[in-house]
């Protein structure tokens, strides 16, 4: 799954797509976040359909299907598997009709160690530390308590690489740059583009256990910590041949 994401670049850098406007004077507004969470705001990438416009915009992270009549927005799904996104009735529609991309400069993912009450925590980015996409979709939802429209989104997952792995089964759906243009237009079908994105390019390290609080925010978190067990080694086995979990 994915649960946390890095959004700390102003968004002239997360302005990742060609064609995309970000002169908007609210955009000055926006505060970095070293550990987005769901239920937060995060500046996303949509096109419209009929224009062709591309635009930066503030989505809620938690997706709402538009047919939802449930008063709180029923139980607002985060992620989304690439496998039945485009099957499963919560997301559908909008795999069909309203695909966009989450540019991120990083993301979090935790590991479970036996015998350990909590789980490790590691950050995960590109080596070259550019900011990257993530496969998404969004929904527009009018909220009957208030009658104002809610817009709102959650990321797809594949299976991990040989990186991620390490730590976890899933991540989310790396974008390539040359698939934007597919993946944020009017193509019908693009679920070719949700594959395991490479290792080779990607870095990850452990990172202090504060990043479980959403109230933590700040750059620190991002600071190495001392590893309690060799990542580098297949998974559950140290580098010595001793199982680790």
Known sequence: MCGRVIQSSGPLCLAIVDGLDVSDDRMGNVRPRYNAAPSQELLVIRENQKTGERSLDLLKWGLIPHWCDDPKGGRKPINAKAETVATLPMFRDACAQRRCIVPVDGFFEWRAIKGARAKQPYAIAMKDG??????????????????????????????????VGKIHNRMPAILDPTSYDRWLGPVPDPR???????????????????????????????DRTGD??????????????????
């Not at 490479?198 to 990043?211: F, L, N, Q």
């Open 130 to 163: 550019s900011p990257f996409g993530l496969a998404e979709i969004w929904e527009n939802w009018r909220n009957p308590n208030t009658d104002e429209w809610e817009r709102t989104f959650a990321i797809i997952t594949v299976p991990s690489n040989q990186l």
């Open 192 to 222: 070719d583009l949700l594959i395991t994105y490479p290792s080779e390019p990607m870095t990850m390290w452990p990172i202090s256990a504060r990043v479980n609080k959403p109230e933590n925010d700040d750059p620190s978190l991002l």
């Open 228 to 245: 309690p067990f060799d990542v580098w080694a297949p998974l559950g086995e140290r580098s010595d041949g001793t199982r680790s979990a």
